[in-house]
């Protein structure tokens, strides 16, 4: 069964960097774009950031470009999302999300287009 499993969550203060990674099982999800959302508490589910299969091609939310960066190590199946600069207002439930037979430099924004979702990580940012 494909899997995918965040952790690197947890309590910082404003100001401080989390990492999350996303680790995923299966050849399935292997060769797929890749993606971070997040879902703060009374909230709809929000696109972060994006990356293609290839990795080549990123794209951010204009309230995390330039504060967060996306990667991915394709040899070891797994996403990452590094998290600087945090602000309380980045609360949330942080997701990563895989579209199988995605295209090699395709970034996808919209949850729909996604086909496995992890169970999320919290990330909670005290001012």
């Known amino acids: 069964q494909v899997q995918l499993v965040e952790s690197g969550g947890g309590l910082v203060q404003a100001g401080g960097s989390l990492r999350l990674s996303c680790a995923a099982s299966g050849r399935t999800f292997s060769s797929a774009g890749k993606g971070w959302f997040r879902q703060a508490p009374g909230k709809e589910r929000e696109f972060v950031a994006a990356?293609?299969?290839?990795?080549?091609?990123?794209y951010y939310a204009a309230g995390v470009k330039g504060r967060f960066t996306i990667s991915r190590d394709n040899a070891k199946n797994t996403l990452y999302l590094q998290m600087n600069s945090l602000k309380p207002e980045d609360t949330a439930v942080y997701y990563c999300?895989?579209?199988?037979?995605?295209?090699?430099?395709?970034?996808?924004?919209?949850?729909?287009?996604?086909?496995?979702w992890g169970q999320g990580t919290q990330v909670t940012v005290s001012s």
């Open positions: 999300a895989a579209k199988r037979s995605s295209g090699y430099v395709a970034v996808y924004l919209n949850p729909m287009d996604y086909d496995g």
């Open positions: 990356i293609s299969w290839s990795g080549g091609t990123t």
